[in-house]
């Protein structure tokens, strides 16, 4: 095995035989000399102790990608989560704190929650803030102290008991904060915004040679972060959705040529609508940002509708919120408008084409038709998280402090094929997850709707050229829409 020999500080890529790399995240060692390390707590603890093989192996590594030939590569692999027997910090040495940042999603007060009963119940950690009001909360607000008895109910409640925010992401000020209190684990959890953010201040508390750990827990209703399988919450809001689409149909189905369209949230990708299409089975189209449409003419949304009313003699739509907006935004002055954090700000797609398809109707003068539109988009993410996201987000809190305290830092954390592994933060911010709409599970929504791909033989072969991979199997990201499946 060898070690790369670039001076690359966020990720050390070590080669092993058969084509074996593994992208490891750093680790306080790297660049504070002779650190002590202590037993860990955990083979003390009454509970964990009986656990077989309870510890991680120091080799254990997690595969990218499961689906192999077999000449091919060993491909790319992170270190695993978990555990380990020597950590790099004693109880009473610790000094965590927590932050939530970016938009909401369910799950992000169990995290909290399992983050700080963690550090207590399995490190004998008992100093541990919570930051007010996202990353600005650094600076310009007063901490709010964190407990097991502070956190212990609010699993059943949804958003964040921090509180959050867009924008205020000044490095050195945070710096200079964690520093000023003495902090010694940075928990930050937030999408991709947050994780660049993470990452940064990563490199400054290294710059200054802090014995500091900096963790990231991916958090995005969109389920936009690539490598990891899903990120939590996302389970949450398409179970959600589904209340929103029965109403949209209840309502459709009962009036003559009745039409429900129900928007939900995706900016860039459309994971929400798209599983919320599939598990509902009630949606005649789904359309999202990465699957451009058109509406007039031969093919186009308006023919299906109508086609669709005769036929069946009502339908439901739902669609992204970034769906489309390249359809109507380009006369409009807000489409070059953002917000605090950068972000684009959209135009209600919802509303615009509830008001086209009207229209459509009322000029046509062939056939009147009865829309409803629904807009839960808030709705969908401000709810407690399900049962399933809640053990998610158990697993998570404990993957992240346990490669804390064992010293790892400048690190994500997330399932890969279903098992917890510590990713460096560039693989999880150099780009975003998207729905291909080249993939299986794109055709499966297609055919389960029977709407209209809006693509052209000509744009069918484009979209394959830029999709398809050299080689099918190994050079394809796996990822949580299916499209391995
Ligand atoms: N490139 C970046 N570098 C540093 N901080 C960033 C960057 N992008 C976003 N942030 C900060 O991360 C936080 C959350 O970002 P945002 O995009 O709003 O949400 P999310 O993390 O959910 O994507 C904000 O406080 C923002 O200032
Ligand atoms: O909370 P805001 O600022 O209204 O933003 C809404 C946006 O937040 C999201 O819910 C999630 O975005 P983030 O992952 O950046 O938080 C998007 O789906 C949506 O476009
Ligand atoms: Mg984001």
Redesign the pocket.
């Known amino acids: 095995m060898g070690l790369s020999s670039d001076d690359d500080t966020q990720m050390k890529v070590v080669n092993g035989d058969a084509g074996y790399v593994l992208e490891d995240v750093p680790h306080l060692s790297d660049y504070i000399e002779d650190l002590p390390t202590y037993p860990n707590p955990l083979r003390s603890n009454p509970a964990y102790a009986v656990v077989k093989q309870y510890f991680v192996d120091m080799d254990d590594t997690v595969a990218q990608k499961v689906v192999v030939h077999k000449d091919g590569p060993r491909g790319t692999h992170f270190r695993r989560a978990g555990p380990r027997q020597k950590v790099y910090f004693e109880s009473d040495e610790v000094h965590a704190c927590i932050v939530t940042?970016?938009?909401?999603?369910p799950g992000l007060n169990t995290v909290i929650r399992e983050i700080v009963c963690g550090l207590y119940h399995m490190y004998g950690v008992t100093k541990i803030l919570g930051i007010d009001g996202g990353y600005r909360g650094f600076y310009s607000k007063n901490t709010i102290t964190l407990n097991p008895k502070i956190v212990n109910d609010i699993h059943k409640r949804g958003g964040t008991i921090l509180g959050t925010s867009?924008g205020g992401h000044d490095t050195s000020k945070i710096v200079d904060s964690i520093q000023d209190r003495g902090i010694n684990q940075v928990y930050i959890i937030?999408?991709?915004?947050?994780q660049k953010g993470a990452a940064v201040i990563y490199e400054e508390i290294r710059r200054r040679g802090l014995k500091v750990a900096v963790a990231g827990i991916p958090?995005?209703?969109?389920n936009?972060i690539p490598v990891i399988d899903k990120s939590f919450g996302f389970d949450t809001a398409v179970e959600e959705a589904q209340r929103a689409i029965n109403a949209a149909h209840v309502e459709a189905e009962s009036v003559e040529n009745g039409i429900g369209v129900v928007k939900l949230?995706?900016?860039f990708s459309g994971f929400?609508a798209m599983h919320a299409t599939l598990a509902s089975r009630d949606v005649d189209c789904c359309l999202i940002p990465e699957s451009p449409f058109y509406l007039e003419g031969k093919g186009g949304l308006y023919e299906y509708i109508e086609k669709r009313l005769k036929e069946n003699g009502h339908m439901v739509i739902v669609i992204a919120?970034?769906a489309g907006q390249d359809l109507f935004t380009k006369s409009l002055q807000s489409m070059s408008q953002q917000?605090a954090?950068g972000?684009k700000?959209?135009q209600d797609v919802g509303l615009w084409i509830s008001h086209g398809i009207k229209d459509h109707f009322v000029k046509q003068q062939k056939m009147a038709i009865n829309l409803k539109y629904i807009d839960p988009?808030?709705m969908i993410?401000a709810i407690p998280s399900n049962a399933s996201d809640n053990v998610y987000c158990t697993l998570l809190a404990h993957s992240t402090l346990h490669g804390a305290m064992a010293g790892f830092t400048g690190f994500t954390v997330g399932p890969v094929n279903g098992r917890h592994a510590y990713i460096p933060f560039k693989r999880v911010t150099e780009k975003q997850n998207n729905v291909v709409i080249t993939d299986r599970m794109w055709a499966r929504l297609l055919s389960s709707t029977n709407q209209p791909s809006f693509l052209s033989s000509k744009d069918v072969a484009k979209a394959k050229e830029e999709e398809e991979p050299p080689t099918q199997l190994l050079d394809r990201e796996n990822c949580n829409d299916g499209k391995t499946v």
């Open positions: 940042c970016g938009g909401l999603c867009r937030g999408g991709d915004g947050t958090k995005t209703i969109d936009d949230m995706g900016r929400i919120e970034g917000d954090s972000n700000l959209l988009t808030y993410r």
